[in-house]
């Protein structure tokens, strides 16, 4: 079985959805102050997300989640561990080609 793009959008947008919903819960958001159990909740997700997808997640700037990182101290990439991975072999497929002159 085969899924097409359109159902792993689909897919990821229901994985998101439950994630925000259950941040949500964590805690009211009340003008801008989000509980100690969203904070944790939120590096959870980063820690094996990365930075930029838990902001997109669960619609948190990442500029905040960078600072609260920051704040207390956790060290958390940018991207996935695969992506350095994958952009390392794009590079090289990349370099392959240029010198063939495409």
Known sequence: ??????????????FNDE???????????DGGHYTREQIDYAFDIASEFGIRATSR???????TLQRWHRKYGIVVKRCP???????????????F????GY
């Open 57 to 63: 997640i669960l619609g948190i700037p990442r500029r």
């Open 19 to 29: 994630k925000k919903d259950v941040f949500i819960s964590l805690g009211a958001y």
């Open 81 to 95: 561990y695969w992506v350095y991975e994958w952009a390392t072999r794009r590079r090289k497929r990349k370099e």
């Open 97 to 100: 080609w240029e010198r063939r």
């Open 1 to 14: 079985m085969t899924i097409t793009k359109l159902e792993a959008k689909m897919f990821n947008q229901v």
